[in-house]
Structures are given as C-alpha cells and as structure tokens.
C-alpha cells in the first residue's frame, strides 16, 4: 500500500514537471516573439512628439545605432564557447546563435517552430528505442534463462548446485541493467554541467543588460542570487542527488538478490529522501528567486530620471531630445536582453529535451523487459527490475526539474527590467 | 559528499555479495543460524557507518560545504552593462547631435551668398565653418540664426569663413 502512493506520488509529480515544462516552454519561450504584447519596449515608449515629421524614421535610426553599439561591445565569448562545446547532435537542434538576427527578425527561425521540434522528438526517441532494443534482448534472453535454470533445480536432487547458477545469472542480468542505469545517470550528470555552464555564460550577458538597461540596482541585487543559486542547484544535485538515486538502485538490487537480507525498505527510503530534497531544492530555488525587491526598482527609476537631467552637457535642442534617447537606449538594452534570453531559453530546452528523450527510451525498455518477463520468471527478478526503473524515473525527475528550474530563472531575468519600465 | 556515497555503497554491496554467497555454501545445520545472525550484524554496522562516523566527528556536511563553487565569482558583468548602456547613450547622443547640426547646415545654406556651410556642436558651443562671400552682415545673421536654433548664447557661436 506504501510503496503503491509513494508511486503513485511520483508519478504525479513527474507529470506536472512535464507538463509545466511544455507549458512555459510553448508560451512564454518562442510565443513571446511571435506576439506583439511581450514586446512592450519596442517602438521605445511611444515617441513623446510622434506629430514631428522626423520622428518615426528618426527614432527607428536612433534605436539601429544604439542596438549596432550595444551589440558590438556585447562580450558573448563565454555563450559562444559553449554552444561550441555541445555534441554536434545537439547543435544541430539549436537555433542559430546570432544575436542581430534574433533581433532583427524577432524569431528564432523556421528550424525552432513547434510543429518540426515535435517531429524531431519523435523521431530521436524512436531511434533511441530501436537503438536500445539490443538492451532488451539481452535483458529477455537472460531472464528466459533463469526461469529455465530454476525449473531445472527441481531436477537435480540435492539444491546447492542450482541456487548459485541462478544467483550467477541473475547478477549477470542486474549488471547489464546496472551498467545501462549508469549510462542514463551519466547522461543526466553531463547534461546538468552543459546546462550550468550555459546559465553561468549566459547569466552575465542578461544581467549586463539588464544593467545597460538602467536598472543597475537590481542587475547588482539579483547577479549574485541568481549565480549562488544556480550553483548551489547544480552542486547539490550532481554531488548528492544523483549518487542517491544510484544508491537507491544498487540497494533495491541487493536487497532482491537474496532473500535473507532483504533491502527494500532502505532502498525505499533513500528514493523518499531523494525525492523529498529535490523538492524541498526546488522549493528553495523559486523562494529565493521569486522575492523581488521593492527597493531596487524604485532606486532604479530614481537613476534614470536623474540620468534624464543630465542633459545640461548637450546644446539644449540636443538635450532636450535625450529624455528620447534614453528610453531608445532602454528599449534596444531590453530587445537584445530579450534576444538573448529567449535564445538561451531555447537552447535550456533543447539540451535537456534530447538526453531526457535518452533516459526515457532506457525507462520504457526496462519497463518492457518487467512486463516480458514477469509470467515466467523469478518474483524477486521482476522486482529488482522494477525498482531500477523506478529509480531511473528518478534520474528523469532530476534532469526535468532542474531544466524547469533554469528556464524558468532566464525566464524571470528577462522580465525583470521590464518591471523598471513600468515603474518609470 | 559524492566520495563519501559511493564508498557506503561499495562497502554495502561487496558486504552483501559475501553474506548471500557465505549463505549459499554454508551446509544445512545448526552452526547455520547463528552464522546468519553474525552476518545480519555485520551488514547492520555497515549500513550505520555513516552515523557513527557523524558521532567520531567525521562530519558529510562539512565535505558537502566544502564542495567547490564554480561559479564565475567575483565577475564584472553589471559593470560591464552599465559601460553599455553609457556607451550607446553615447552613440545616439551623437547620432542625434549630427542630426541638429544636418538641419542646421541645410538651413544655413538657403541664406544668400553661402555656397556650404558646415556645423560641429561640442557640448555649449557651436563651430560654423562657411564657404561663401564673408560680409560682416552675414556673419552676423549666421551668428544669429545658429543660436536661435540651438537655443545657446549668440557669443557660443564661432563663424569661420572659408574663402572661395
């Protein structure tokens, strides 16, 4: 009854990780490019003397220069070494990485539509599948052979010599699922550090234009929370979330392998305890992003409205026009932070969908290979199998969790300066 | 932390590998029980070895804070964005104030007897470089002109004539 709600717990959870995962990613992702009310800052504040012939031509030249600046001092270096580093299955998959076009065209080009990435999914996962079909066989094969070894035990008369030849095939079955297992958790450990790296090059960028915007205090705020956070995420979930989701299977196996030390409790406790951090570090990391100062806004719209008197340096026709300029200059600071936040929402996206696909074509193997076999073989083999899928459903938590947990920051960096607009 | 995990669990595994195999090949009979309860012994002290090991003093938190940050720390980028945002106010300052001073030439040049007339703005003052007929009248009505489009001081404004 236990262990069925602790499933059944899971299950729900890893659901709504999806399905908030697909949500925000379809909505505020690449949605927001296609329409027009995320873009608030673009035409810059509606031009104060929109009547003046010059304005429209004038203001869009203006936003052309301040945007050409902008993004020719932009130090992408760190972003572009690491999209680099990525396998090139994966950057094959990424929308091209050039900041004057995401602006310029307000997208992220045909190869990022909905429609081709649902294509893309299915066809990667069914490879992965037939790819991970040899992983099957041998799994079936192995435990036709054990039946068969345990039926042959009531033939030889003494029991000594069965029960090790079983034990024997056994492991060597729990070793291939293992050593699968380890794979998956391999992936999920690489994909964690790709999607680190790619949040600590891309944090910088964001948080200098939200500073380029002119909301210096909450760039200075936020940067170090933002930074901590993600490498606290990162550090606790490669060093000890992911080590117990290996435990917890090599336990549950142990614990199957012979009926006179039976581990299941312990297994079932390490999962809980797994489970129990991962949501207690999700809870944590959107608690400490989701506090916005109410300070920093307001001392960042004191800034700029000083900034705005600053003018007395110019011929007073110039400076009378650079309250414009500014609000041109914020308005290109939030396109470009925009441009980069949603390519970096993208390529979250994209680096977790594709190795998450990876673990759950291994799942559905290992849930296959349990349903295959169980008619014929061994009780406590379906169950060893059973709860390495189980934790394997785990590592899949994992890896969802902490791509939600980053989307979903870049998500809150982009709309961050935008709270200054309207303060302003 | 990571360490620490896997060798609890190596321990744990070989542990159990040898209590199942000992079970195995153990003949039937009385020494038999006793061996297994020996055995669960054991494997409960290996299982509560990381507990002792707190109570030594030999503490896992202190190797989980230990664990490195890779943060890029400390890192300049909001320095860096404000330098940005200077540098384009800078850039559409200038774009803007290029644009005043086109105005203003096109204005200048619909006067009589200027052929071009070319204007620089640095901050307050105005440089008029003219080419044309010089005539102290019509220095002064550049003079003039030029100060009332920039809303600066007559005296701001320098007129230099560039001769034919």
Known sequence: ?424 | MYTAIVAWATRLTFLILFATLMEMLLPTGELRRYVKLLLGLVVLVAILHPVMAFFRGETYIDVLLRTEFSAPWPDTSVEQGAALGEAALNTVADALTREVARTLELELQGLPDIETAQVSIVHQRAAVHVRGQPTAGLTDQVRRTVAAYLQIAVDHVDVHWIPR
Not at chain 1, 153 to 161: K, Y
Not at chain 1, 244 to 270: E, N, R, Y
Not at chain 1, 352 to 371: E, N
Request: glycine share 6%.
């Open chain 1, 1 to 424: 009854m236990n262990s069925f709600r602790f499933g059944q717990c899971k299950c729900v959870y890893l659901v709504a990780c999806c399905i908030l995962f697909l949500f925000t990613a379809t909505n505020s992702g690449w949605a927001a490019f296609s329409g027009e009310e995320t873009w608030a800052p673009y035409p810059p504040q509606a031009p104060m003397n929109a009547d003046s012939p010059v304005a429209q031509d004038d203001h869009r030249f203006l936003l052309e220069q301040a945007l050409e600046s902008q993004i020719n001092l932009l130090d992408t270096s760190a972003l572009d070494q690491v999209i680099a580093g990525l396998s090139s299955e994966l950057r094959a998959e990424l929308p091209e990485w050039d900041v004057r076009r995401i602006v310029a065209d307000g997208g992220l080009g045909d190869r990022f539509s909905l429609l081709h990435l649902i294509t893309r999914f299915a066809s990667f996962l069914v490879r992965e599948i037939v790819f991970n079909s040899q992983l099957l066989g041998q799994l079936a094969l192995l435990a036709v052979f054990c039946a068969i070894l345990r039926n042959l035990t009531h033939v030889f008369p003494t029991h000594g010599v069965a029960e090790p030849a079983f034990a024997l095939s056994f492991l060597a079955l729990l070793y291939i699922g293992l050593q699968s297992f380890r794979a998956a958790v391999d992936v999920a450990g690489s994909t964690l550090d790709t999607m680190v790296d790619l949040m600590h090059a891309a944090l910088p960028l964001l948080t200098a234009m939200i500073a380029a915007a002119g909301a210096v205090t909450t760039a200075t705020l936020y940067h170090p929370l933002f930074v901590s956070m993600v490498a606290l995420v990162a550090t606790l979930v490669r060093n000890v979330i992911l080590p117990l989701t290996f435990l917890s299977a090599v336990l549950s196996i142990l614990g199957s392998l012979s009926k006179d030390f039976p581990m299941k409790k312990m297994a079932g406790l390490v999962r809980q305890w797994t489970i129990t951090l991962l949501g207690l570090l999700f809870i944590l990391f959107f608690g400490v992003l989701s506090i916005r100062g109410a300070i920093a806004p307001v001392t960042d719209s004191i800034a700029i409205k000083t900034a705005k008197f600053l003018t007395g340096t110019f011929v007073p026709v110039v400076g009378s026009r650079m309250a414009e300029a500014l609000d041109i200059v914020i308005g290109g600071s939030q396109l470009i932070k925009s441009a980069i936040g949603v390519f970096g929402m993208a390529a979250i996206f994209v680096i977790v969908a594709f190795p998450a696909l990876k673990v759950f074509s291994v799942l559905f193997i290992f849930r296959l290979v349990t349903a295959l076999i169980e008619p014929l073989s061994d009780e406590r083999l379906v169950d060893a199998l059973n709860s390495l899928a189980g934790s394997l459903t785990l590592v899949l938590a994992c890896m969802l969790t902490v791509g939600l947990m980053f989307f979903i920051s870049i998500t809150i960096l982009v709309s961050m300066g935008n709270v200054t607009t309207l303060v302003r």
